[in-house]
């Protein structure tokens, strides 16, 4: 079984940052894969970004890319997603999740574990 919290979220200003963490507890976090969703209020949860576990490779939806950043502290077990030039469509709850190692990084459905989110606001 694996815990994760996530933590960061508020509100920013368009064009501002923001920077999200997800601390992992339980099995070993190292062995795990990573990533991050979002849901805006009616819409689907969709994929953001993910990170693997061994070689670093990250992962982006298309709409984040050179904006957002995820990265990983296996000594901390937490993983982050640092969010740049934030704008209106970024609002939604955040989820960070563990992968289960196995289909495409995008699907929701090949995510074992999840945080309960945290969300993120921005303003005009």
């Known amino acids: 079984q694996v815990q994760l919290v996530e933590s960061g979220g508020g509100l920013v200003q368009a064009g501002g940052s923001l920077s999200l963490s997800c601390a992992a507890s339980?099995?070993?976090?190292?062995?795990?894969?990573m990533g991050w969703f979002r849901q805006a209020p009616g819409k689907e949860r969709e994929f953001v970004a993910g990170?693997?576990?061994?070689?670093?490779?990250?992962y982006y939806t298309d709409s984040v890319k050179g904006r957002f950043t995820i990265s990983r502290d296996s000594v901390k077990n937490t993983v982050y997603l640092q969010m740049n030039s934030m704008q209106l469509e970024d609002t939604a709850v955040y989820y960070c999740?563990?992968?289960?190692?196995?289909?495409?990084?995008?699907?929701?459905?090949?995510?074992?574990?999840w945080g309960p989110g945290t969300q993120v606001t921005v303003s005009s």
């Open positions: 999740a563990v992968y289960s190692g196995s289909g495409s990084y995008y699907r929701r459905s090949n995510y074992l574990y």
């Open positions: 339980g099995r070993t976090f190292r062995t795990f894969a």
């Open positions: 990170i693997s576990s061994s070689d670093g490779m990250t």
